[in-house]
Protein backbone atom coordinates (compact mmCIF):
# COMPACT_ATOMS: atom_id res chain seq x y z
CA UNK A 1 0.00 0.00 0.00
CA UNK A 2 3.06 2.40 0.83
CA UNK A 3 4.55 1.63 -2.09
CA UNK A 4 1.45 2.02 -4.24
CA UNK A 5 0.87 5.32 -2.80
CA UNK A 6 4.30 6.45 -3.32
CA UNK A 7 3.82 5.70 -6.87
CA UNK A 8 1.03 7.49 -6.94
CA UNK A 9 2.54 10.49 -5.10
CA UNK A 10 6.02 10.37 -7.28
CA UNK A 11 3.89 10.56 -10.49
CA UNK A 12 2.01 13.44 -9.81
CA UNK A 13 4.89 15.58 -8.47
CA UNK A 14 7.32 15.01 -11.01
CA UNK A 15 4.42 15.48 -13.37
CA UNK A 16 3.90 19.02 -11.44
CA UNK A 17 7.28 20.32 -11.60
CA UNK A 18 7.52 23.10 -13.70
CA UNK A 19 4.60 22.89 -15.87
CA UNK A 20 2.06 26.18 -16.08
CA UNK A 21 0.46 25.67 -13.35
CA UNK A 22 3.44 25.69 -10.99
CA UNK A 23 4.65 29.29 -12.93
CA UNK A 24 1.46 30.25 -12.41
CA UNK A 25 1.63 29.49 -8.72
CA UNK A 26 5.24 31.48 -8.47
CA UNK A 27 3.49 34.66 -10.37
CA UNK A 28 0.48 34.59 -7.52
CA UNK A 29 2.91 33.81 -4.99
CA UNK A 30 5.08 36.61 -5.76
CA UNK A 31 2.20 38.96 -5.24
CA UNK A 32 3.05 38.85 -1.41
CA UNK A 33 0.26 36.58 -0.63
CA UNK A 34 2.33 33.31 -0.28
CA UNK A 35 -0.25 31.41 1.97
CA UNK A 36 -3.21 32.79 0.42
CA UNK A 37 -1.88 31.23 -2.93
CA UNK A 38 -0.87 28.27 -0.99
CA UNK A 39 -4.39 27.56 0.16
CA UNK A 40 -6.01 28.46 -3.24
CA UNK A 41 -3.69 25.85 -5.23
CA UNK A 42 -3.67 23.34 -2.72
CA UNK A 43 -7.63 23.37 -2.88
CA UNK A 44 -7.58 23.58 -6.65
CA UNK A 45 -5.06 20.26 -7.03
CA UNK A 46 -7.30 18.60 -4.15
CA UNK A 47 -10.59 19.38 -6.08
CA UNK A 48 -9.00 18.55 -9.42
CA UNK A 49 -7.70 15.17 -8.32
CA UNK A 50 -10.71 14.22 -7.05
CA UNK A 51 -12.55 14.90 -9.96
CA UNK A 52 -9.81 12.66 -12.04
CA UNK A 53 -10.08 9.79 -9.25
CA UNK A 54 -14.55 9.66 -9.65
CA UNK A 55 -14.32 9.95 -13.08
CA UNK A 56 -11.20 7.01 -13.10
CA UNK A 57 -13.05 4.84 -10.38
CA UNK A 58 -16.31 5.57 -12.98
CA UNK A 59 -14.81 4.89 -15.99
CA UNK A 60 -12.69 1.65 -14.75
CA UNK A 61 -15.91 0.05 -14.00
CA UNK A 62 -17.18 0.67 -17.70
CA UNK A 63 -13.71 0.35 -19.42
CA UNK A 64 -10.62 -2.14 -19.25
CA UNK A 65 -7.42 -0.80 -17.64
CA UNK A 66 -5.70 -1.60 -20.26
CA UNK A 67 -7.47 0.21 -22.60
CA UNK A 68 -7.82 3.14 -20.32
CA UNK A 69 -3.73 3.09 -20.18
CA UNK A 70 -3.44 2.77 -23.91
CA UNK A 71 -5.75 5.72 -25.01
CA UNK A 72 -4.14 8.05 -22.03
CA UNK A 73 -0.82 7.17 -23.46
CA UNK A 74 -1.87 7.79 -26.97
CA UNK A 75 -3.62 10.96 -26.15
CA UNK A 76 -0.19 12.40 -24.44
CA UNK A 77 1.42 10.87 -27.75
CA UNK A 78 -1.06 13.35 -29.93
CA UNK A 79 -0.38 16.02 -28.07
CA UNK A 80 3.34 15.73 -27.71
CA UNK A 81 3.08 15.84 -31.52
CA UNK A 82 1.02 18.93 -31.86
CA UNK A 83 3.21 20.90 -29.65
CA UNK A 84 6.28 19.74 -31.78
CA UNK A 85 4.78 20.29 -34.47
CA UNK A 86 3.64 24.14 -33.12
CA UNK A 87 7.01 24.78 -32.16
CA UNK A 88 8.43 23.72 -35.88
CA UNK A 89 6.12 26.04 -37.85
Not at 13 to 26: H, I, R, Y
Not at 50 to 58: C, E, H, K, L, T
Request: glycine residues 12%; without cysteine.
Amino acid sequence: MISEIFKIFLAVFVAELGDKTQLAVLGFAASGKPVLTFIGASAALVIITAIGVVAGAGIGKIVPQKTVQIVAGALFIIIGVVYIWKGIS
